[in-house]
């Protein structure tokens, strides 16, 4: 009789190792800044919560802090992947947020800008704080997908709130906005900190990174690009 594989009962593994194997069966990617809603089953959430929960544990004492007598730490653990999870990471483990999306029934194609977003990521190589904001400008078509002010604040939040790296981060955020708005242009700016440069290593408070991604018109329209560029400037 043939033996079974460690992926044929799941009910033997930790929530991780379960999740794991079902994105490896698909052949999708799991990096710290993909979503992984999809491959979540009920009730592998609060698993997650006590498995995290349990490994932070284990790096608590590993860092030699005694969270027995010390009243400061005696739930850290649990606290940290609670935030992790729910708050810091969540853009990994929660579905896309819904956006409600209107016909361009005014055909209007000329320049929107949504911004000043405040952003709050975490970097992927430390796992130290990103914080900043975005500006993202628009030239829809006749057939665009308008959505709400206030959504694309959530989409942006859904994106950075994942272990990135700035360039992917706004990258990820234009091809989504591609795909639901389909318009003629897109242009995102993000301007951050970078704590893994103030709070360590070179340890310096000044400097900022800003990039961009230009798409459609943008990328064409020398003049289109000038005018969003010094429009979100006066708003700096």
Not at 70 to 76: A, E, G, L
């Amino acid at each position: 009789m043939a033996q079974n594989s460690p992926d044929d009962d799941e009910t033997t593994q930790p929530a991780s190792a379960r999740v794991r194997a079902r994105i490896r069966r698909a052949r999708k990617r799991f990096n710290a800044n993909d979503n992984i809603s999809e491959f979540l089953e009920p009730g592998d959430f609060d698993a997650l919560l006590e498995e995290v929960t349990g490994k932070m544990q284990g790096v608590l004492e590993s860092l030699v802090i005694d969270t027995e007598t010390d009243h400061n730490t005696q739930d850290t653990a649990r606290r940290v992947a609670k935030m992790y999870l729910t708050e810091v990471f969540r853009g990994r483990y929660a579905p896309a947020p819904g956006v409600t999306e209107f016909p361009n029934v005014a055909s209007l194609n000329e320049l929107m800008i949504v911004g000043p977003i405040t952003i709050r990521s975490a970097c992927s190589h430390h796992f130290c704080p990103i914080m900043g904001r975005l500006w993202i400008g628009l030239v829809p078509n006749e057939h665009s997908n308008l959505i709400g002010l206030s959504k694309y604040v959530r989409l942006a939040d859904w994106i950075m709130s994942r272990p990135q790296i700035q360039e992917e981060a706004i990258t990820q955020l234009a091809e989504l906005l591609m795909d639901k708005v389909t318009p003629d242009g897109l242009a995102v700016v993000m301007e951050a900190d970078h704590f893994c440069m103030h709070w360590r290593g070179v340890k310096d408070n000044e400097s900022k990174m800003i990039n961009s991604v230009m798409r459609g018109s943008f990328l064409k329209n020398a003049a289109l690009r000038r005018e969003f560029l010094s429009l979100i400037k006066l708003k700096g």
